[in-house]
């Protein structure tokens, strides 16, 4: 259902299990950064009603992530921490090229975070399904189900706002061949996306 074309090593999730402060510190700031696109996406194309209500919610969705983030961190004793660079964001930024139009540049920004929630879907999915911890693995189960949907509103949107659905679906299809080679050195990380 998500397209991906490398699906992550099963292995990422015996990483993230032995370094479960570190991803879920990853994870807040992954809500965090997450919240902060959809409030871009208004700030940055306001003249698009649906899609301005749509970010609203989502915003407000993923600080609502956040906290719940947050709140097993301190349950468990743990401090948020400094953010980290995400190098696999970085890379998807990197792929499309700089300019064109306003509807070329919203389109390649709402394939690029869809492809995100794809990927932290396909994630949440190995950590409700590999984690010993039931009740992180019940947490990841849940908020996997939200990924999902925020993926193919992206996408959706993707889809209503570019001047061709032949093109904006061929742009898919290179992101996610672009995104499958990034992948194959990413996934030994104790990170989100990494």
């Known amino acids: 259902m998500l397209g991906l074309?490398?699906?992550?090593?099963?292995?990422?999730?015996?990483?993230a299990e032995k370094n479960i402060e570190e991803i879920l510190v990853d994870h807040a700031y992954c809500e965090q950064k997450a919240a902060s696109t959809a409030i871009s996406l208004i700030v940055t194309?306001?003249?698009?009603?649906?899609?301005?209500?749509?970010?609203?919610?989502?915003?407000?969705?993923?600080?609502?992530?956040?906290?719940?983030v947050h709140d097993k961190l301190q349950q468990r004793g743990l401090k948020l921490g400094w953010e980290r660079k995400d190098e696999y964001v970085i890379k998807l930024r990197g792929f499309f090229p700089k300019g064109g139009s306003r509807?070329?540049?919203?389109?390649?920004?709402?394939?690029?975070?869809g492809l995100i929630e794809a990927r932290s879907c396909e994630r949440f999915r190995l950590l409700s399904e590999k984690l010993e911890d039931k009740e992180l693995a019940e947490f990841y189960r849940?908020?996997?189900?939200?990924?999902?949907?925020?993926y193919?509103?992206?996408?959706k949107f993707?889809?209503?706002?570019?001047?061709d659905r032949k093109e904006v679906d061929?742009?898919?299809?290179?992101?996610?061949?672009?995104?499958?080679?990034?992948?194959k050195d990413l996934g030994k990380d104790e990170t989100i996306h990494g």
């Open 142 to 150: 849940n908020l996997m189900v939200s990924e999902a949907n925020h």
């Open 45 to 68: 194309f306001p003249e698009h009603p649906e899609l301005v209500n749509e970010m609203t919610a989502l915003a407000r969705e993923e600080m609502g992530h956040f906290k719940m």
């Open 103 to 113: 509807s070329t540049q919203l389109v390649h920004r709402l394939l690029i975070a």
């Open 152 to 155: 193919t509103m992206f996408l």
């Open 170 to 183: 061929r742009k898919w299809q290179e992101l996610l061949d672009y995104e499958a080679q990034i992948m």
């Open 5 to 15: 074309k490398l699906p992550t090593d099963p292995r990422w999730a015996n990483i």
């Open 158 to 163: 993707a889809r209503q706002y570019g001047e």
